[in-house]
């Protein structure tokens, strides 16, 4: 299993970029990176999945180094409504227990 | 359709109760989870069920008890829980494409037990 490594919390002001690092040491070479959001009391929430180098999506952007070892997650402009917390997963799509959430982010988003 | 459906919304239970937690998905998932998510906490993975065949964490205890009916739809019964065991109950699909996977989650049943 992959394990992945996150900060526990970040601060950031309305408007800033934010940049969320989760690092994966052994990541195997079917395995997949993806982000989930969470809010209180809610399910995981999609972000942004990617294998190497970067991918965009409507919401963020996902940068991957070449030896795969970590992954960034990029939030521009980030609002009040992005306080949350973020998840980063990394897993060879066969899903079951070989896919697990790491600690994640505790992102806070301030005015 | 992209929802996974999970009801009831909140559960209150004695701890000599048997009680059902329901999910239904129609997205034509064949992959369906149950996870217990603590405050403050990641959540966890109970069970899985892949082509309707079942995986287990081996640390969940007995008292809880899976059932897959068919691909849509999946139940965790619930029986002499502990207190505990009260938590955010969280429900996954997804369908695995080209090695990839992308989880569905339900909004989730708060449970308390007493």
């Known amino acids: 299993l992959a394990k992945t490594t996150q900060p526990i919390s970040m601060d950031s002001y309305e408007g800033q970029e934010v940049n969320i690092t989760c690092s994966h040491n052994?990541?195997?070479?079917?395995?997949?990176i993806t982000w989930y959001q969470q809010f209180p009391s809610q399910g995981p929430r999609f972000i942004i999945q990617?294998?190497?180098t970067k991918v965009t999506n409507e919401v963020a952007s996902l940068f991957i180094p070449a030896d795969r070892k970590s992954s960034t997650l990029s939030l521009p402009r980030v609002s009040l409504s992005d306080t949350a917390v973020y998840y980063c997963l990394v897993g060879d799509g066969t899903g079951g227990f070989k896919t697990i959430f790491g600690a994640g982010t505790r992102l806070f988003v301030k005015a | 359709d992209t929802e996974v459906t999970q009801t009831p919304k909140h559960l209150v239970m004695g701890m000599t109760n048997k009680k059902s937690l329901k999910c239904e998905q129609h997205m034509g998932h064949r992959a369906m989870y149950w996870y217990k998510q603590k405050a403050k906490k990641p959540p966890e993975l109970m069970f899985v069920?892949?082509?309707?065949?079942?995986?287990i964490n081996e640390s969940v205890p007995s008292r809880f008890s899976p059932e897959c009916p068919n691909s849509s739809l999946l139940n965790l019964h619930l029986h002499a829980l502990q207190p505990e065991d009260s938590a955010l109950y969280l429900c996954?699909?997804?369908?695995?494409?080209?090695?990839?996977?992308?989880?569905?989650f339900g909004p989730g049943t708060r449970l308390l037990v007493l």
């Open positions: 069920y892949s082509y309707e065949k079942l995986s």
């Open positions: 052994n990541i195997a070479t079917n395995d997949y």
């Open positions: 990617g294998y190497k």
């Open positions: 996954a699909s997804s369908q695995s494409e080209g090695g990839q996977e992308t989880q569905y």
